[in-house]
C-alpha cells in the first residue's frame, strides 16, 4: 500500500479515537491475509483508522463534501412511522428454498449454534414476543421489506437485557424462528465520548468492506476487537446519542459490531459498556463469520472482486438462508425511561437492496 501504511489519521468512530500506523488485518492461517487484502487493494480509496487500538482498511469513506451520516436523512428509522417511501423491489432470489430445506437449514444453524456458541442461553416465551413485535415495528417503520426467507440479528439494548438473537425471517408468516442468543453489550451512559447505540436497521453493504482484528492492544492492554482475525462488521456512520450529556444531544458515530478482549471485557457482556458499538462473544464473531449469515452480499461481491474474497474467511460455509440485516431494539418499558429519547435519523439506504438475493 505504499506510502499510505504511515499516514496518521485519527478518527472517531463509535467505540472511541484512534491513531495508528496502518496495516491490513492479517487473518488467514494458510495465507497472509495482509498481502492478499494489500494486493486487492491497491492503490484505491483512502484508508481509515478504527477503535481500541485495532487497525484496518475497508474501502468506503464518506467524501468530504458530504455529511457524515449517510444518505437519504429524511428516512426514520425508528421512534413514528415515517414519512418515507418504500425502498426499491428486490429483483428475483437465484436461488429459492422450498419450505423443507428451509426447516432443514434452520435445524441445521440451531444445531451448530448449540454446538459452537457454549455461551447461549434460552431466552423464554415472553422475550422471544417482545424481540420479534419490536423487531416488526422497526421494519414497518423503515420500509426494509423481507421478500425472501433470511437470517437477521436482533439487539435489544435495554440496559437490563443486553441481548443479541440470530433470527429466521420468513415473509411468509410473522412467527420467526429463533437460531439462537447470547449475551451482549452496547453503549454506555456518563462517560465521556460514550454514546447509545442507535436504534434502527443497519445492513453489511457493500458500500463498506469490514475488516478484521489485528489482536494489537491499546495503551491499556486491551484487544478492543477481539484476538486477531475476528470480523468486524462495518455499518458506516450513524446517528447517535451522547450518553453523558443530559441533553442527549445527538453525534455521527460510526456504528460497528465486533468482539472482545477474551479476558477483561467478554466477561462482562451483559451489561452497556461500548461507547457505541455492539460488542458480542468471540464465539457468535466466529458462527456468524463461518456460516456467512450477514454475508449475501458480500458473497455476490467475491465473485468479482478481490477485496471482499480476501476478507472472507476461506472455510466459510454460507448459509442459503444468509442475510445483511442488524436490528436494533429497545425492549424498555416506556415508564422506565428517565428521559424522553429524540428520534433517531438512521437510515436504510435506498441503494441497498431491500432484502438479499441468494
Not at 467505540?15 to 494486493?39: G, I, M, R, V
Not at 464473531?285 to 456467512?292: C, L, M, P, W
Request: hydrophobic fraction near 35%; include cysteine.
Amino acid at each position: 500500500m505504499g506510502a499510505a501504511k504511515h499516514l496518521i489519521f485519527p478518527i472517531m468512530f463509535g467505540c472511541l479515537f484512534a491513531a495508528q500506523t496502518l496495516q491490513a488485518a492479517p487473518y488467514s492461517p494458510s495465507t497472509d491475509f495482509a498481502e492478499e487484502l494489500s494486493k486487492a487493494v491497491g492503490a484505491s480509496s483512502p484508508h481509515v483508522f478504527f477503535p481500541n487500538g485495532d487497525i484496518g482498511a475497508p474501502l468506503h469513506v464518506t467524501p468530504k463534501n458530504k455529511p457524515l451520516i449517510g444518505p437519504g436523512t429524511a428516512k426514520a428509522a425508528q421512534a413514528k412511522p415515517a414519512q418515507t417511501t418504500s425502498l426499491t423491489v428486490t429483483p428475483t432470489p437465484s436461488v429459492e428454498l422450498d419450505d423443507g430445506q428451509i426447516q432443514a437449514e434452520i435445524q441445521r444453524l440451531q444445531r451448530l449454534f448449540q454446538k459452537d456458541v457454549p455461551v447461549a442461553f434460552k431466552p423464554t416465551e415472553t422475550q422471544k414476543h417482545t424481540w420479534l413485535t419490536l423487531a416488526h415495528q422497526q421494519i414497518g417503520q423503515t420500509g426494509y421489506a423481507i421478500q425472501t426467507s433470511q437470517t437477521v440479528i436482533i439487539v435489544d439494548r435495554n440496559p437490563s437485557v443486553q441481548r443479541a438473537c440470530i433470527v429466521l425471517a420468513r415473509p411468509d408468516t410473522p412467527d420467526w424462528n429463533i437460531i439462537g442468543c447470547t449475551r451482549i453489550s452496547t453503549g454506555t451512559i456518563g462517560r465521556k465520548h460514550h454514546y447509545i447505540t442507535p436504534l434502527g436497521i443497519f445492513t453489511n453493504s457493500t458500500d463498506r468492506l469490514g475488516y478484521r482484528a489485528q489482536g494489537t492492544k491499546n495503551q491499556n492492554g486491551i484487544m478492543g476487537n477481539g484476538t486477531k482475525g475476528m470480523r468486524v462488521w462495518d455499518f458506516g456512520w450513524q446517528v447517535a446519542e451522547k450518553g453523558w450529556l443530559p441533553s442527549r444531544e445527538q453525534g455521527p458515530i460510526r456504528l460497528e459490531m465486533h468482539a472482545t478482549d477474551p479476558v477483561f471485557l467478554e466477561r462482562q457482556l451483559g451489561h452497556m459498556a461500548s461507547a457505541g458499538c455492539i460488542r458480542i462473544p468471540a464465539s457468535l464473531n466466529i458462527f456468524i463469520d463461518k456460516n456467512g449469515l450477514l454475508d449475501a452480499e458480500y458473497e455476490r461481491k467475491a465473485a468479482t472482486d478481490r477485496r471482499f474474497q480476501a476478507l472472507l474467511r476461506p472455510d466459510r460455509t454460507p448459509s442459503p438462508l444468509a442475510g445483511m440485516a442488524v436490528i436494533v431494539i429497545d425492549s424498555t418499558p416506556p415508564s422506565n425511561i428517565a428521559t424522553a429519547q429524540n428520534q433517531s435519523p438512521n437510515l436504510v439506504s435506498a441503494k441497498i437492496p431491500s432484502s438479499p438475493i441468494h
